[in-house]
C-alpha cells in the first residue's frame, strides 16, 4: 500500500476518496470505449468530459425527485475527500439528468427501459479537458477507497497514453422507420392543441413526436459524438448510458441552466426557421424569424416565463436582445438570460424551478403539460429534460436533452417538438420537427 497523503488523515471516517493526475492529452474516446456501465460524455464550449463506472449511484422518483437528488449528492459530496491540490476542473462531479415527466411510464418494450426518473452517478473514471489542459479523476469508495483510488489512478493513466486517434466511423444506414404520429394523426393533434387556446385553456403547448429507426449495422454512440463536433461544435453534445437499457445522446443547442457561485445563466429559445442555400437566402430566412409575429410571441411566452421562474431566487433577472441563433439545420430565435443569485443555491433547486420551460412544454405548465400527456402517443423518457453535471459546490450546468434520440445497437427512437400557439399551421409545423430530426438522423442514414 502506497503512504497515506496529508489529506488522508480523516480516511478512517471518510467513504469516498478522489484522485487526479494531469495528462499530456484527454483521449475521452478510450473512456467510452467500452461497455462499462454507466458511461457518460459531455462536450460544450472548450470542454469536454468523458466518465465510466459508478463510485456511487443516485436514483429517484416521483414529485420530489429533483429534492431527492440533491440532497443524496450534497451528502456524497460532503463525504468525499478531494486534494486540496486539485484544480475544480479536474474536481469530481456527479453527472446525470431527469426524465421530462414526473413517474415512470415504462411501458413494455420502451426503449426508455433502464431509465430512472432520475439518475446520477459520481464516476470511477472522470478523464476531463478544457482548452490543452487534460485531467484524470478517479473516485472509490469504502474502507480502502484511497488506495483504491490511487490504484484506478495508476491503472487508468497508462490505459489512456496508449490510446490513439480513432476514425470516426460512417453512419449505420437505416432499413425501417416508423413515425409516431403519422402526418395526418399530427394534424389532428394540432388542430385540437389550437382548439384548446382558442378555448382560452392554453396558451402555447410543445408536442412532440417520435421516428423510430432500425439501423443496417451495428451504432457506434462515441464515434456520433466525434462527427458530431464537427457538425455542432456551439451545441452541448451529450452521450449517456445508465447501468442497464439504451444509451441517450444528443447535441441540444439549449442550455437550461448553469450556476457558478452566485451567478445563473439560462436562455430563451424557441421559434424556429430553416437554413437557406446560400448566405442571402439565410438572412433573409433570419430577418423573416426575427419579424414574424407568431414566433415573436412564441419566444417572449418562454422569456417571460423564465423570468418568473427565476424570481424567487433573484431580484434582478437581465434579459439580453432577440437575437437568431443558427444551426447547421436550423435557426431560432434567442435572448440570453442572467441573473445573480439573492443567496447560495444549488443548481439542482434551479434545474427543479425550471423544467420544463415553455420552450419545451408549454402555459399555463400544468395544462400542457396534461395536454402532452394525453396527446403524445409515447413515452417522451428523457428527451427535452435536463441533463448535465453537478460538483460538490452546488454549481454545475444542465442543457435540455432535445435533438437527441434513445439507442441500443441496432434500434434509435429519436424525438423532435414544435411549440404551438394560435396561429400554429400543422403542416409548418410538421416541416419544423423533420428539421429538428436533422441532427440525429443525419448521424444515422
Ligand atoms: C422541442 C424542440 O425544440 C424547442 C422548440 C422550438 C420551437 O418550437 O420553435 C425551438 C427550440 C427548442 O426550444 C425540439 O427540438 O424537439
Redesign the pocket.
Known sequence: MEPLRGDETTVGETTVVARGCRLDDAPVRAVLETDARPRFFWAAGTESIAARGSAATVTADGQSRFDDVRTAVEALFADCSVPDDLPSVARPRAFGGFAFHNGTHEGEDSPWDGFPSAAFFLPEIQVTRRDDDAWLTTVATGPEAATEAETLLEEWRDRLVADSERNPGTPPGISHRKRTPTQDGWREQVAAATESIDRGELQKV?L?QSLSATLDAELSVPDVMARLSKTYPDCYRFMLSPDSGGTFFGATP?RLVSVRGRTVRTEA????TGRGDTPAEDEWLAAELLDSEKDRH?QKLVADAIRDQLKPFASTVRIGDRTVRRLATVQ?LRTSITAELDDDEHVLSLVEALHPTP??GGLPPDAALRTIRETEAFDRGWY?APIGWVDAAGNGTFA?G??SAVATEREATL?????IVADSDPDREWD?VQL?YRPILDELE
Open positions: 410543445v412532440a439549449e429559445l424557441a421559434g424556429s412564441e431560432h420552450a419545451v427535452a435540455v432535445i435533438r424525438f423532435a417538438g414544435a411549440g419544423e429538428k
